[in-house]
């Protein structure tokens, strides 16, 4: 069974940082592309960053320069490293894998939530 499970979301000022972390179990991070997504209120969930599974990574316009994904393969975790936090970076987090394993089934963890206040 797969499981996804983000942790490291909470309350910070404006212009700080958190790190995000993502624990896996049952699918291998080194293997599998990893990413990370975000969902405000009353907006569409979107994609902020991506690590595939030759390390190259991919990231939203809007947090390019701030945000850095990594993985630890002997842990089997992710992690979302987000500087200079801003409100607009304010939503619930998810963790995401896509199996590399036919047929390719994608996961989802249950999200954890950031608010950047002023």
């Known amino acids: 069974q797969v499981q996804l499970v983000e942790s490291g979301g909470g309350l910070v000022q404006s212009g700080g940082s958190l790190r995000l972390s993502c624990t896996a179990s049952?699918?291998?991070?080194?293997?599998?592309?990893m990413a990370w997504f975000r969902q405000a209120p009353g907006k569409e969930r979107e994609l902020v960053a991506a690590?595939?599974?030759?390390?190259?990574?991919d990231y939203a316009d809007s947090v390019k320069v701030r945000f850095t994904i990594s993985r630890d393969s002997a842990k089997n975790m992710i992690y979302l490293q987000m500087n200079r936090l801003e409100p607009a970076d304010t939503a619930e987090y998810y963790c995401?894998?896509?199996?590399?394993?036919?047929?390719?089934?994608?996961?989802w963890g249950k999200g954890t939530q950031v608010t950047v206040s002023p």
């Open positions: 995401n894998g896509h199996s590399a394993i036919y047929p390719y089934p994608e996961y």
């Open positions: 049952g699918i291998s991070v080194l293997i599998s592309t």
């Open positions: 690590i595939a599974s030759g390390s190259s990574t």
